[in-house]
Every structure is written in C-alpha cells, then in structure tokens.
C-alpha cells in the first residue's frame, strides 16, 4: 500500500525518513517541511506558540512566488523581532509574509478598532 512518507533507502537496510509529502512546501525551487519550519519558529525566544500557513488561493495578482504566513502568539514580542529571531534559522525564501489583502484586511480593523476608541 502507498504511503504519503518520503523514505530514502540507506545501505544496510536502513532508511531516513523526510516527512509526509502533504507536510512539504516547495517555494522558488528549494524544499523544507511545515513541521520542520513550526519547530524553528516555536524555538524564537519569547514565542509561546506558532504555526506556518501555506496559502492555496493564490490571486492572480499575486507575486509569482507563493509565500508562507505565520500565526504567532508571541506576547511581548513585535513582528519584527519575531523574525529576527527566526532569520537565522531558516531560508529567506521560507520567510513568512502577509498577502496584500491580508494587510488591508488588518488595516481595516485597525481603523475600526480606532474609530470606536
């Protein structure tokens, strides 16, 4: 029977295991894991919890690359020092960012929130 896991076959009848090809993301022809991707996030000083988010409704407007987003509980912590921390930790290419309309959406409740203040 198939199995989604990525198996290398090693001398001696061993094998490494690369993880589930439903928990691969290839961006800009270079590959990693989300679950790899989440552990080195989670390891950012500060960070409580983590998650990388692959979008798959890709506009056509859109860069030509997908890019990962990320969803932080980081108390304390800006966006900026987030990813500070996690720059040195993994690719630029797997670097998470917010889709345009993903920014205006969070503008939008920003000014809301700021017209009721």
């Known amino acids: ?5 990525l198996i290398e076959p090693l001398p001696g009848g061993r094998f490494l295991l690369h993880g589930r090809h439903a928990d691969l993301v290839n961006i800009a022809g270079k590959r990693t894991s989300l679950a790899y991707l989440n552990h080195q996030i989670g390891a950012v000083p ?12 890709v506009q056509p407007d859109d860069a030509a690359i997908t890019r990962l987003c990320a969803f932080v509980v980081a108390p304390g912590l800006s966006r900026d020092a987030v990813l ?3 720059r040195p930790r ?10 345009r309309e993903a920014l205006k959406s969070l503008h939008a409740q920003w000014r809301a929130s700021q017209s009721q203040a």
């Open 1 to 5: 029977m198939p199995l989604s896991d």
């Open 46 to 57: 500060g960070v409580v919890d983590a998650a990388f988010f692959l979008p798959d409704d």
């Open 84 to 86: 500070a921390g996690l």
């Open 90 to 99: 993994i690719d630029t290419v797997f670097m998470p960012r917010l889709p």
